[in-house]
């Protein structure tokens, strides 16, 4: 009477409730406590249904008319339905069954190898939900390239195991399942063979030929390269000099001569020459033939269409220089017959540039580039220097490889398809943003005084207009949580 606030309600209740049994097997009696559900109820509120708690205080009963009996309810308490803590528990074990591991890879020596030599030791490590206390799971499981290698949380990776590279992936299981996974490409790089040794690039000269269809296209593929340096003898009897280099010419095929000289070169064999002068020959004692291949421009390339016998000739260098101040080299033998495959273009459109490089082993190799030439427009007056600009933003940079340069502010949107370990050890998401923060990469997370969205998908449920629903389904079992308004409710169903 005096516990609970004093209210009163109107209760019609049938009359065999004061004879006949009720739940227990018994029939009401004085000082019974009974609960009553109305769920036609609705308060001033809007809430409906009403679910009250009240004591029998009277019972009429009329054995010769049992209609007429009545019972008389007092001490009334209005009740509420809450949650269980057995539900609570079953959904606090829904999320956690829900909440994902977060992986990590760890490496002691980065994931590259360099000419077979070196170790790293990869750890694997998982983190539940967005603890930053790492759990240790059940097992553990490695493989090296879809093969099984290990069933512990750490290995150590030998360079002499990877050959080219090396795809490296655990498993992490928790109770029986496999809650974490991730994947390390390990890589071995070579260095590459060691280039010849030059002695200096020559006869860069740009050159053209005038094809019949009016097209510029560059001369000369090396028939033959000397390199060596010849000095004529000191003197006027003996100065024709056999250089021991021989080169294979054909009967009617047109050459192109280049050659370097101190002096000046010339096809005239006279005595009377200026004595700074030098002269190329070629000669072949078995068809008793020689022949003058030298001209005044010869270092840039001179016309030469052999019209003596196919075959082997020697080259020999002429000088009338009394000392050995004269030298000749770099002599070359080009097929002013052959023009490379290029596209038919207006004469003067393209620039072609022809490079021979020499080496030491008397080899070359000769290379082409092309470029389209433009008009040159006049140049613009220059215009009004502008006010200095304030200190700008940092920028953003997006890439599938990690920033080289980096400093305090920096944002790097990682675009690449698998996870990549920084040059800090942080393991890199895909699609995902970072800033630097002077030492490392920290996620860049996103903050908003006011959020107004329609529909919102995160890891632990769909938010769509102020409800919260997570289905979860495992095999045949599906799990539904939805907390809308001002109720919850859970289903579990099983479709076996």
């Known amino acids: 009477q005096y516990a609970y606030p004093l209210i009163s309600y109107e209760v019609t209740a049938t009359s065999n409730l004061t004879v006949s049994s009720t739940g227990d097997g018994t029939p009401l009696h004085i000082g019974d406590t009974v609960r009553i559900q109305d769920k036609n109820f609705i308060d001033s509120d809007g809430n409906v249904g009403l679910f009250l708690s009240a004591r029998v205080s009277e019972l009429e009963i009329s054995f010769t008319n049992p209609t007429s009996n009545k019972i008389t309810f007092s001490n009334y308490i209005k009740l509420k339905s809450e949650v269980s803590d057995d539900l609570t528990a ?80 655990f498993k ?39 094809s019949k269809d009016g097209v510029n296209k560059p001369e000369g593929r090396i028939v033959a390269s000397f390199t060596d340096k010849f000095i004529p003898a000191r003197s006027i009897i003996d100065n024709l000099i056999m ?8 009967q ?19 005595v009377e020459q200026s004595n700074n002068n030098a002269t190329i020959w070629i000669v072949n004692p078995s068809f008793s033939t020689w022949d003058i291949i030298s001209d005044t421009n010869t ?70 580039s092309v470029s389209k030439m433009g008009d040159q427009g006049p140049k613009g007056d220059p215009g009004t220097p502008g006010p200095a600009g304030s200190n700008g933003d940092p920028g953003k940079i997006v890439s599938d490889t990690e920033p080289t340069t980096r400093f305090k502010g920096l944002t790097w949107k990682y675009i690449g ?11 890199i998401k895909p699609n995902t943003e970072y800033y630097y923060n002077g030492t490392h990469w920290i996620i860049n997370l996103i903050e908003a005084n006011q959020l107004n969205v329609i529909d919102l998908s995160a890891i632990s449920g769909t938010f769509t207009n102020g409800s919260i629903k997570n289905v979860t389904t495992d095999g045949s079992v599906t799990s539904t949580i939805l907390i809308e308004k001002k109720h919850i409710l859970f289903t579990f169903s099983d479709s076996s």
Request: charged share 20%; aromatic share 10%; no cysteine.
């Open 252 to 270: 009617g095929k047109t050459y192109i001569l280049s050659a370097e000289t101190n002096g000046v070169f010339t096809n005239v064999h006279n």
């Open 243 to 250: 250089t021991g280099k021989q080169v294979h010419l054909e």
């Open 417 to 427: 398809t698998s996870d990549l370990t920084a040059s800090d050890g942080t393991v």
């Open 172 to 210: 992490a299981t928790v109770a029986g399942k496999v809650v974490a996974s991730q994947s390390v490409t390990i890589t071995n790089v070579d260095d590459g063979k060691a280039g010849k040794d030059g002695v200096g690039l020559i006869n860069t000269t740009l050159r053209y030929a005038k």
């Open 90 to 169: 079953r959904m606090q074990e829904i999320i956690n069954a829900n909440t994902p591991y977060r992986p990590e890879l760890s490496t002691t020596n980065g994931t590259q190898f360099k000419n077979g030599t070196g170790t790293t030791i990869l750890g694997a490590h998982i983190y539940f939900g967005s603890d930053d206390k790492e759990t240790i799971a059940d097992s553990y499981s490695w493989t090296k390239d879809g093969t099984v290698v290990a069933n512990v949380q750490e290995i150590t990776v030998d360079a002499s195991g990877v050959a080219n590279k090396a795809v490296y992936s």
């Open 299 to 368: 270092a840039i390339g001179t016309k030469y269409t052999h019209n003596r016998p196919t075959g082997d000739y020697e080259i020999r260098i002429n000088s009338y220089v009394i000392d050995n101040s004269i030298w000749v080299k770099n002599i070359v033998f080009e097929d002013g017959t052959w023009t490379p495959d290029i596209p038919v273009a207006n004469p003067g459109e393209y620039l072609w540039t022809r490079t021979t490089w020499f080496y030491s082993d008397n080899t070359n190799e000769t290379g082409f």
